[in-house]
Structure formats: C-alpha cells, structure tokens
T-cell receptor, first 113, second 115 residues
Framework: GENVEQHPSTLSVQEGDSAVIKCTYSDSASNYFPWYKQELGKRPQLIIDIRSNVGEKKDQRIAVTLNKTAKHFSLHITETQPEDSAVYFC????????????FGKGTLLTVNP | DTGVSQDPRHKITKRGQNVTFRCDPISEHNRLYWYRQTLGQGPEFLTYFQNEAQLEKSRLLSDRFSAERPKGSFSTLEIQRTEQGDSAMYLCASNLKRGATGELFFGEGSRLTVL
C-alpha cells in the first residue's frame, strides 16, 4: 500500500517568515495530494490540494509543488501569521483506489509573533 | 451546523466494555469513512462505505470492530471488549463520489479513553 513520509515533525518560524513542509510517497500511481490543517482540538480541514497532472498550485499565501519523478510534494506558506500555527498533514491517494487517503504523521507549525 | 457530526465527543470506558460511536455525514454525501488518530500521528484509514455498502476494511480493524451504515445515511462504529490500545480519536469523514474534488469533510471526532 501507499506510504507517506512527512518532514519536519515540528517547525518554528517567526511571523512573516516562510514555512516549508515536505512529503514523499511510495506509490508512483498516486494521483491526488491534499494538505489538511488541524488546529488544537478541531477537525482536519483541507487547505489546498494538487492533482498529478499539475506541477504547482497556489492560493494566496499557500502553494503546493509536486515532483512526480522524485515522488515528493511540498507545502509552502509565505508571510506566516500566528493563526497559521497548527498541525499540517499531507496525504496521498493511491492510484489503485479512488477514495482512500494515506496521511503523513503531521508537522506542528508554530509561528512566533 | 450542516457539517459532519459525531457523537459522543468523548467516551471514557473500562477495559472490556463495549462502546459505540455515531457519525452523521453531510446529507448529500454518499461516501463515508472512519479514520483513527492517535497522538502525534496522522489519521489512519479504518473503513469506507459507499452508500450502505462497506467496500473496504483496513487490516487495523480487528474482529472486535464493526461498522455499519444502514440505509446509507448515518454510520456507527462499535468496539467490543475494548483494550487500552483502542484509546484514540475516531474521526468520521464524508464526501461525494462525483465531487469536484477529493476533499474529505471531517467531523470533530470521538475521543475514546480506555482505562
């Protein structure tokens, strides 16, 4: 089955700096890569996603890049704000399944004012 | 709130007892999932329903776990003879098979503590 590795496990940045979180996946047939944000005690919520036919996608301060050859994808947050502090999870949907997501272990992002 | 709702939000039980969690998905969603999340880990897939049919069960789901989705609406997850290792957050999620994206809409979760 699919295996997703996520790094780093914790990340601390100063307000206004950029943050980058990286994930690798094992199944070359995986075709959908979402990122979820989970604030303390809250439900995970989708913040951005990318499909395998696209190399990059941007939404305001958030961007995701995908390198299919290397089987890795990254989340980039620019001009970080304290409200960006949360746990971020990457996930991959295997090509053999059109529904099951495999999640990484998460990255705790702390944005210091 | 028209999102995914789960009940109860917290459950404390003694080892060996049975527990049942309920999930009400977003009303028009035909796909429903159960995930388990432990501290410091991402959500782990447990099972998936399309309408009332349970189409996949993870190997994580031992014989003590059973899930149902009668009539393709709400779902229940029952754990029999609970063990301390069952302590976790149980997350329910739903989406549409033919949705514009693959976005999963999660509930707030049901946190289980087994003493």
């Amino acid at each position: 089955g699919e295996n997703v590795e996520q790094h780093p496990s914790t990340l601390s940045v100063q307000e206004g700096d950029s943050a980058v979180i990286k994930c690798t996946y094992s199944d070359s047939a995986s075709n959908y890569f979402p990122w979820y944000k989970q604030e303390l005690g809250k439900r995970p919520q989708l913040i951005i996603d990318i499909r395998s036919n696209v190399g990059e996608k941007k939404d305001q301060r958030i961007a995701v890049t995908l390198n299919k050859t290397a089987k890795h994808f990254s989340l980039h947050i620019t001009e970080t704000q304290p409200e960006d502090s949360a746990v971020y999870f990457c996930a991959a949907r295997s090509g053999g399944s059109n529904y099951k997501l495999t999640f990484g272990k998460g990255t705790l992002l702390t944005v210091n004012p | 709130d028209t999102g995914v709702s789960q009940d109860p939000r917290h459950k404390i039980t003694k080892r060996g007892q049975n527990v049942t969690f309920r999930c009400d998905p977003i009303s028009e969603h035909n796909r429903l999932y159960w995930y388990r999340q432990t501290l410091g880990q991402g959500p782990e897939f447990l099972t998936y329903f399309q309408n009332e049919a349970q189409l996949e069960k993870s190997r994580l789901l031992s014989d003590r776990f059973s899930a149902e989705r009668p009539k393709g609406s709400f779902s229940t997850l029952e754990i029999q003879r609970t063990e301390q290792g069952d302590s976790a957050m149980y997350l329910c999620a739903s989406n549409l098979k033919r949705g514009a994206t693959g976005e999963l809409f999660f509930g707030e979760g049901s946190r289980l503590t087994v003493l």
